[in-house]
Every structure is written in C-alpha cells, then in structure tokens.
C-alpha cells in the first residue's frame, strides 16, 4: 500500500480551486491613447495628416482639396525613397545613399537606351539590377566590414554621386528626344485618368481641336480628367501595400523588426541577422533604383545633376522620422512613411498656396521632427 505522503491526489484536497489573477490597475484615458499610439505606429501621422488637411482647407477654402492629387504628385519620389529608407531605419541603420542611387540609375536607364542601343525595358532591368547592386554592397560594408550604417553609407553616397558625374559627364537627355525615342522611361510620369478619358472619347467620336478642356459638361469623364494621379504614384502606393504585407505577414518582415529591435536575441533566436541586413539593403536598393525611373517621369529628362541626389537623403529620413518610425529600429509601419511624405506635401503645398515665405516651411517642418521624435520617445514609456 502506498505510504500517504506519496498520495499527492489525496494532499490536494481541501486545497483552494481559485485560479491566479493579476489586479489590472485602471487606466486614464491618456495612457489609453498612448497604448493605442504604440500598439498602431501609423496613427500619430494619420493623426497630423489629417488635421493639415482640415486646417488649410480652412484657411484656403475649397481651392486647397482639388490640389490635394499635385501633392501625391509632387511626393511621388521623395514617398518611394522614404519606403527604402524606413526598411533599413527599421534595422536601428540608415542609409545616406539612397538619393545619389536613384539619379544614378535613372542615368543608367538613360545611358543603356541611348548609348547601348538597349531596349528601354532592358535598360531599366539594368538600373533596377544597379540599384540592388550598389544596395549590396552597402549591406556587405555593414555585415561583413562591420562599418556603422551611418559611415558605410556616407562613403557609399559619395562615391555613386562622383561616379554619376564621371559615367554621365554631366550630359543631360531632353525630355523631347525620351518622348520620341523612348517613351518607356517616361511611363512613370503619365496620367492613367487622361489616356483613359481620351480612350472613351475616341470611342465615342469626341475629339477636340488642340489641347481637352476642364469642363465639357461631362461631369465623370470631366471628374476622372482632373484627378491627375500619374503611374508614379499608383507604384507608390503599390510599393506601400507590397512592403506593408511583407513586414506584417511574412518570416522576413518578423525578422527585420527583431533585428532592428535587438540583433543579439535574434540571432539567439535562429534569425540570420547578416542575411537579413543584406536583404534589406539590397531590397532598399532596388526600390531607390525604382525612385530613379520615377525622376525620370516626373521631370522627363535625364539629368545627372537633380537636386534629389543630395537632397533625396534628408528628404526621405524626414518623411520617415515624421512617419513616426523609430530611429532606433524595430518599431514603426510602413505606413507612417507614406503618410509622412504626404505631411511634408501638405504643408509645402498650403503655405506655398497661402503665400507664406518657405523659410518658415523648413521651419515648420523642422518643428514637425523633433516633435516626432519627443513623441516617439514618450510612446516607448509604455515598452518600458
């Protein structure tokens, strides 16, 4: 017979059957706002977007909404540049280079058309190979040099900016001889809304002397016309969905958050941290490569010396930090980058409409960083 003290059935009787519970102190309304902040990274942007939007809609009257698609235009570059800036800002890097990489293969795409004799399309396969190329090569600076982002991608955007000049010789392709030799490079910058409109009307029999007007009394086809939305911004919005789905839902985006939010436990957790920095920086790459293909459509031409090579760096890390995304990887949404780019759009687009000097909109958008970045820091109190 088996001794009772090792009848362990028989010692729990009597015992309680009440199972643990942890006291849920009450939380006030502002530490439930700053919980949702941090469980949804996209909200505080969407938040500020939409207050410009209602604030000078205000102020300017019903002009401001009908300009509302120029701004999507105007951010068509910057916002993808800001989808490959926020991949690697993700990993707690940045990468300096991605401006200088998007003119630098929008030149290639250029130089293989006209020079090589290349098909368009072939010669944007190319650029869009250099992209992810010179992106690989800013990963194997970071994984394998071990060199900080910050210096591995300095270096990097001064040697592809003197590289665009030496390739290019600071040649500029018009955008005349794009549009009759090679339109395909210009896709970017067409109005799907117009050729869809001028497409009805021919089947109708409607044609027009010279140039469609606004108003023809037909009221959706006149509605469609004005909506103005080039291919570049579906691809960005494209882009927006595509990398939102990836980060999300996939092994690689669970990876890229973990090691952007700590690269030692990742790896102790079976992640292939230097795999995943090289996917990254190769992927940002490419989509800088895509960017490039989108200055050409924005401005038609080709043009060695476009502003967006030293300018598209800061204008992409700006959209990204006001997106809300963590400078110290690991937290953010793809979204907020979007949302971010079009923050910037709106308030250049409604000052500039309201006649305010721009000095005041550097300065405003100045304000909008550090106090992205205060927010940020007081949003990861709830982490902590």
Not at 169 to 186: D, G, K, S, V, Y
Not at 348 to 362: D, E, H, I, K
Request: positive net charge.
């Amino acid at each position: 017979m088996a001794d009772k003290s090792d009848n362990y059935e028989a010692g729990l009787e009597g015992a309680s059957q009440t199972v643990a519970a942890f006291e849920v102190s009450h939380k006030s309304p502002l530490m439930r706002f700053q919980s949702a902040l941090h469980k949804t990274p996209s909200l505080v942007p969407l938040i500020v977007l939409v207050c410009a939007i209602l604030i000078f809609t205000g102020w300017l009257g019903p002009r401001f909404l009908p300009q509302m698609t120029l701004v999507f235009q105007q951010i068509q570059v910057v916002g993808i540049l800001a989808l490959a800036q926020t991949l690697v800002i993700l990993t707690a890097g940045i990468d300096l280079s991605v401006g200088a990489i998007a003119v630098f293969c929008s030149v290639i795409m250029g130089k293989f058309t006209f020079a090589y004799g290349l098909p368009p399309a072939v010669a944007v396969a190319c650029g869009l190979a250099a992209g992810a190329g010179i992106g690989a090569l800013s990963g194997w600076l970071v994984t394998r040099i071990k060199i900080p982002p910050f210096i591995a991608t300095l270096g990097v955007w001064q040697i592809v900016l003197a590289a665009n000049y030496i390739y290019s010789r600071n040649e500029t392709i018009r955008a005349r001889t794009i549009r009759e030799e090679a339109p395909m490079l210009q896709w970017l910058g067409l109005k799907p809304n117009e050729q869809l409109v001028i497409w009805i009307e021919k089947l109708r029999g409607i044609t027009y002397e010279r140039i469609r007007p606004n108003d023809t009394d037909q009221f959706w086809l006149d509605l469609i016309w004005q909506t103005k939305i080039t291919y570049g911004v579906l691809v960005l919005i494209g882009l927006t969905f595509l990398l939102a789905y990836m980060l999300r839902s996939t092994a690689w985006g669970r990876h890229v958050y973990a090691v952007g939010d700590d690269p030692e436990a990742a790896e102790l957790a079976g992640v292939n941290v230097k795999r995943t920095l090289m996917s990254v920086y190769m992927l940002a790459g490419m989509i800088s490569a895509i960017a490039g293909w989108s200055l050409i459509g924005r401005f038609a031409s080709v043009s060695p010396s476009a502003s967006t090579g030293l300018e598209g760096n800061i204008e992409s890390i700006t959209a990204v930090v006001i997106g809300g995304i963590s400078l110290f990887g690991g937290r953010g949404s793809i979204w907020g980058a979007f949302f971010g780019a079009l923050i910037v759009g709106v308030f250049m687009l409604g000052l500039g409409m309201a006649g305010v000097n721009p000095q005041w909109t550097f300065m405003l958008i100045g304000t909008l960083i550090i106090l992205a970045v205060g927010i940020d820091q007081w949003i990861r109190k709830v982490a902590a």
